[in-house]
């Protein structure tokens, strides 16, 4: 297994596939309690779509299937074993759309993609207006996005040139400035650059930038840079990458670092020995765009990058102030917490009443969870804007099917 | 900041604590020149007859009718300051009790900004009855019927005092005190220009410099554009108001008068200069505390813009046009916070449009 050059390795002994990462996915399992699995081999898929496969982040034996309300898929964990037993796959033997499609559904690839407008996983015959590669990452004590990319920039180029070929539509490659990735095509393939703040590094900014959703139905695609290398490593050698890189950051953590951990990895076992004592609060993502996890067991979610774990005393939490009056009150402070071209007053007010066709027509299609967290922070009310744009997303979607 | 408020927790008592701050420099000013005016008018006028209450009081703090000291001008700024602003809060406090009972809710804080803002747009002579009218009109109008903080349509404060104002228009002249030429709709300083120019605010002592401290009659709280540039940059750095709404009624009163200068004809306010605008009356703090009320205003920010560009007209137009209502601030706010919903659907529908001329 390849390690990254200067990159503490930190292997735990539990990982997981969690239900919630991937929206509207009824799943249909493919293995049984206790079944031994090789990694990257396909577990489970979506009942609707079928070719929609996901693959095991890691090998070893399935030792528990979580199951919520409504017998929702909560995780499917797997506990690792010393085998290393990786699922091996064939490149596709040509560069045409058909084939990179059936590679990456049939790696489980496919599923690292998501669609803007709902973030879901696209259909496996969608057709994007665009594709985004987010290849750099503003958010405060992300890992380097630039070593990492350069360390696997193989690996990253391939992965690249293969996602342009699954559609006529452009594909951008979003990055930071000072951090240039030159493409050969240049026809299909287009560089953009982004900085300033916190938020150059979310999709929902590239997109409106590049490609803005308006209210016509179509959708873009876009793609992480840890799952692109994860791609790139499918296809160049034919086995699944089983590594993300993460880091470990906040005022509670010992030693703040980047690691190299398993997909999926258990948090718990993972900040085992690095945070203080004493109270502490632990989020998936930055101390920006983090969301609260509960203690117990969680596990890293698909597509996350940091561990923020704050003393108790740092900061606020959405929605914990009780209040009666729920009123928005608007202020200068809401107006550049959004992407530019939305009001942010009356989306927040449309998303507060639920009312949908108006969200909608305010831009809430070009908007997931991520790209309100900041209003929820900032507004007086103590909404969730997150749960209210999903609840109006789920609207939306079901009148569009 | 953060230093002058550690610990307010909750994001809406911060909001209302840091606007109860940003009212400080205008309520000392409101202390001091209403003090200064009541003394100036006392030793001008010694038929006065000073049996009324204030005045009783005033002299009980022991302000000295004689010398114009610190001590004398803040105790008798106190004495017509305090009782109506105590007698504001009571009647506040009291709505906002019986609506928070009948609605089960808690009572929120809000009725004391709302209590604050109207007492400064009062003249320091102001009836107590009117206060108490203008007050429970306020509460039950401007807020309680709408749902409370956050949720009205006018800014209660405004609201209350445009019912004064309506209500009693002469009523100040009565007064011998404040022979208000323009009752309770504020500033004498304009009525003067009005009559005669730059010539006649000379005559009485009025200047730039005097205009800009402010010790000038007029209603309490509005006379002095320091403590409001204060209370505006307070305002401003915690970005509570929206800088663009108030640029754009500044920048529109410039333009505006300076448009009527040139095309003026007469003597009174379509000559007045654009400076002018901005020191006499109320237009400044108007804007800051009045126009800028988060919640009463435009939420969008092209609206922000049209909405401040209508304050401007509108103030400088009725100013001109219309002698009997010399200020012209309180009309004209009241006047764009009703368009703000309309300026605000307007500018959205234009944004929809845009969204959906997108090709995807």
Same mark, same amino acid.
């Given at each position: 297994?390849?390690?990254?050059?200067?990159?503490?390795?930190?292997?735990?002994?539990?990982?997981?596939?969690?239900?919630?990462?991937?929206?509207?996915?009824? !799943?249909?399992?493919?293995?049984?309690?206790?079944?031994?699995?090789?990694?990257?081999?396909?577990?489970?898929?979506?009942?609707?779509?079928?070719?929609?496969?996901?693959?095991?982040?890691?090998?070893?034996?399935?030792?528990?299937?979580?199951?919520?309300?409504?017998?929702?898929?909560?995780?499917?964990?797997?506990?690792?074993?010393?085998?290393?037993?990786?699922?091996?796959?064939?490149?596709?033997?040509?560069?045409?759309?058909?084939? *990179?499609?059936?590679?990456?559904?049939?790696?489980?690839?496919?599923?690292?993609?998501?669609?803007?407008?709902?973030?879901?996983?696209?259909?496996?015959?969608?057709?994007?207006?665009?594709? !985004?590669?987010?290849?750099?990452?503003?958010?405060?004590?992300?890992?380097?996005?630039?070593?990492? *990319?350069?360390?696997? %920039?193989?690996? !990253?180029?391939?992965?690249?040139?293969?996602?342009?070929? *699954?559609?006529?539509?452009?594909?951008?490659?979003?990055?930071?400035?000072?951090?240039?990735?030159? !493409?050969?095509?240049?026809?299909?393939?287009?560089?953009?650059?982004?900085?300033?703040?916190?938020?150059?590094?979310?999709?929902?900014?590239?997109?409106?930038?590049?490609?803005?959703?308006?209210?016509?139905? +179509?959708?873009?695609?876009?793609? +992480?840079?840890?799952?692109? *290398?994860?791609?790139?490593?499918?296809?160049?050698?034919?086995?699944?990458?089983?590594?993300?890189?993460?880091?470990?950051?906040?005022?509670?953590?010992?030693?703040?670092?980047?690691?190299?951990?398993?997909?999926?990895?258990?948090?718990?076992?993972?900040?085992?020995?690095?945070?203080?004592?004493?109270?502490?609060?632990?989020?998936?993502?930055?101390?920006?765009?983090?969301?609260?996890?509960?203690?117990?067991?969680?596990?890293?979610?698909?597509?996350?990058?940091?561990?923020?774990?704050?003393?108790?005393?740092?900061?606020?939490?959405?929605?914990?102030?009780?209040?009666?009056?729920?009123?928005?009150?608007?202020?200068?402070?809401?107006?550049?917490?959004?992407?530019?071209?939305?009001?942010?007053?009356?989306?927040?007010?449309?998303?507060?009443?639920?009312?949908?066709?108006?969200?909608?027509?305010?831009?809430?299609?070009? %908007?997931?969870?991520?790209?309100?967290?900041?209003?929820?922070?900032?507004?007086?009310?103590?909404?969730?804007?997150?749960?209210?744009?999903?609840?109006?997303?789920?609207?939306?979607?079901?009148?569009?099917? | 900041?953060?230093?002058?408020?550690?610990?307010? =927790?909750? &994001?809406?008592?911060?909001?209302? $604590?840091?606007?109860?701050?940003?009212?400080?420099?205008?309520?000392?000013?409101?202390?001091?020149?209403?003090?200064? $005016?009541?003394?100036?008018?006392?030793?001008?006028?010694?038929?006065?007859?000073?049996?009324?209450?204030?005045?009783?009081?005033?002299?009980?703090?022991?302000?000295?009718?004689?010398?114009? @000291?610190?001590?004398?001008?803040?105790?008798?700024?106190?004495?017509?300051?305090?009782?109506?602003?105590?007698?504001?809060?009571?009647? @506040?406090?009291?709505?906002?009790?019986?609506?928070?009972?009948?609605?089960?809710?808690?009572?929120?804080?809000?009725?004391?900004?709302?209590?604050?803002?109207?007492?400064?747009?009062?003249?320091?002579?102001?009836?107590?009855?009117?206060?108490?009218?203008?007050?429970?009109?306020?509460?039950?109008?401007?807020?309680?019927?709408?749902? =409370?903080? &956050?949720?009205?349509?006018?800014?209660?404060?405004?609201? &209350?005092?445009?019912?004064?104002?309506?209500?009693?228009?002469?009523?100040?002249?009565?007064?011998?005190?404040?022979?208000?030429?323009?009752?309770?709709?504020?500033?004498?300083?304009?009525?003067?220009?009005?009559?005669?120019?730059?010539?006649?605010?000379?005559?009485?002592?009025?200047?730039?410099?005097?205009?800009?401290? @402010?010790?000038?009659? &007029?209603?309490?709280?509005?006379?002095?554009?320091?403590?409001?540039?204060? @209370?505006?940059?307070?305002?401003?750095?915690?970005?509570?108001?929206?800088?663009?709404?108030?640029?754009?009624?500044?920048?529109?009163?410039?333009?505006?008068?300076?448009?009527?200068?040139?095309?003026?004809?007469?003597?009174?306010?379509?000559?007045?200069?654009?400076?002018?605008?901005?020191?006499?009356?109320?237009?400044?703090?108007?804007?800051?505390?009045?126009?800028?009320?988060?919640?009463?205003?435009?939420?969008?920010?092209? =609206?922000?813009?049209? $909405? =401040?560009?209508?304050?401007?007209?509108?103030?400088?137009?009725?100013?001109?046009?219309?002698?009997?209502?010399?200020?012209?601030?309180?009309?004209?706010?009241?006047?764009?916070?009703?368009?703000?919903?309309?300026?605000?659907?307007?500018?959205?529908?234009?944004?929809?449009?845009?969204?959906?001329?997108?090709?995807?």
């Amino acid at each position: 297994m390849s390690v990254s050059p200067g990159l503490e390795t930190k292997y735990v002994s539990r990982a997981a596939l969690l239900g919630p990462d991937y929206r509207g996915v009824n !799943f249909e399992l493919l293995c049984e309690l206790g079944d031994e699995v090789k990694s990257g081999a396909a577990v489970m898929r979506d009942l609707r779509r079928p070719e929609i496969r996901f693959s095991a982040p890691v090998s070893g034996r399935i030792s528990r299937i979580e199951r919520g309300a409504r017998r929702k898929l909560i995780s499917l964990q797997i506990d690792v074993d010393d085998s290393l037993a990786v699922a091996r796959f064939e490149p596709p033997a040509s560069n045409d759309s058909v084939s *990179i499609r059936n590679f990456m559904l049939e790696s489980g690839a496919w599923s690292t993609l998501r669609t803007r407008p709902f973030g879901n996983i696209p259909d496996p015959d969608g057709k994007p207006t665009a594709v !985004f590669v987010t290849a750099l990452d503003a958010e405060p004590l992300a890992p380097n996005t630039r070593t990492i *990319i350069d360390t696997y %920039l193989q690996e !990253f180029r391939a992965a690249v040139n293969a996602l342009a070929g *699954i559609s006529d539509a452009p594909l951008y490659v979003c990055h930071a400035p000072d951090h240039a990735l030159v !493409f050969e095509d240049s026809s299909r393939i287009r560089c953009a650059t982004f900085n300033g703040g916190y938020s150059a590094s979310l999709p929902g900014v590239h997109i409106n930038e590049l490609c803005p959703i308006g209210l016509g139905g +179509g959708e873009v695609w876009h793609i +992480g840079y840890q799952d692109v *290398i994860a791609l790139g490593h499918l296809l160049l050698h034919g086995k699944p990458w089983l590594q993300r890189v993460i880091s470990l950051g906040g005022n509670a953590v010992r030693n703040p670092r980047s690691l190299a951990v398993y997909p999926g990895s258990a948090i718990g076992e993972l900040l085992a020995k690095e945070v203080n004592d004493g109270p502490s609060r632990i989020l998936a993502g930055s101390s920006i765009y983090g969301r609260q996890l509960a203690t117990g067991s969680a596990y890293l979610d698909a597509g996350q990058r940091q561990i923020t774990v704050l003393g108790a005393s740092a900061g606020d939490s959405i929605g914990t102030t009780a209040s009666t009056n729920n009123a928005v009150i608007p202020s200068e402070t809401l107006e550049k917490l959004i992407l530019p071209g939305i009001f942010p007053v009356p989306l927040m007010r449309a998303l507060q009443l639920g009312d949908a066709e108006r969200a909608r027509e305010l831009g809430a299609l070009e %908007l997931v969870e991520e790209d309100v967290m900041l209003l929820s922070r900032a507004c007086v009310s103590h909404n969730d804007y997150a749960v209210l744009l999903r609840d109006v997303l789920d609207q939306l979607e079901g009148a569009r099917r | 900041m953060n230093f002058l408020l550690p610990n307010s =927790g909750n &994001g809406r008592q911060r909001m209302l $604590q840091l606007q109860l701050l940003a009212l400080l420099p205008v309520s000392i000013a409101a202390l001091v020149n209403t003090g200064y $005016q009541y003394l100036v008018a006392v030793a001008q006028n010694n038929a006065l007859s000073t049996d009324d209450f204030r005045s009783r009081l005033a002299r009980g703090l022991g302000a000295n009718h004689e010398s114009l @000291g610190l001590y004398d001008m803040l105790a008798a700024g106190f004495a017509h300051l305090v009782p109506i602003l105590a007698l504001a809060l009571l009647v @506040g406090g009291f709505w906002e009790r019986i609506i928070a009972e009948r609605r089960q809710t808690p009572m929120e804080p809000g009725f004391i900004l709302v209590a604050l803002l109207f007492t400064l747009l009062l003249p320091g002579a102001a009836a107590f009855g009117h206060v108490v009218f203008g007050m429970s009109f306020a509460m039950l109008v401007g807020r309680g019927i709408f749902g =409370g903080d &956050g949720k009205t349509f006018l800014s209660p404060a405004l609201l &209350g005092i445009a019912i004064v104002q309506v209500s009693f228009p002469g009523v100040a002249d009565q007064h011998p005190l404040w022979s208000g030429l323009a009752g309770y709709a504020g500033s004498d300083a304009i009525a003067v220009y009005h009559r005669g120019g730059e010539a006649a605010l000379s005559a009485i002592d009025i200047d730039l410099w005097s205009a800009f401290i @402010g010790s000038t009659p &007029g209603t309490m709280g509005t006379t002095s554009i320091l403590a409001v540039l204060l @209370g505006a940059a307070l305002l401003l750095i915690e970005r509570l108001i929206a800088w663009r709404l108030l640029i754009a009624q500044v920048i529109g009163l410039f333009v505006f008068a300076t448009l009527f200068n040139l095309l003026g004809t007469g003597p009174g306010a379509s000559a007045m200069p654009a400076y002018w605008h901005l020191l006499l009356g109320s237009f400044a703090f108007g804007a800051v505390f009045l126009a800028c009320d988060p919640v009463a205003s435009a939420c969008t920010n092209p =609206g922000r813009w049209i $909405q =401040g560009f209508t304050i401007a007209l509108l103030v400088v137009l009725i100013r001109v046009a219309n002698p009997t209502h010399p200020d012209a601030v309180i009309p004209a706010l009241l006047l764009a916070s009703i368009l703000a919903p309309l300026i605000d659907h307007l500018v959205i529908a234009w944004n929809i449009r845009g969204r959906a001329r997108r090709h995807v």
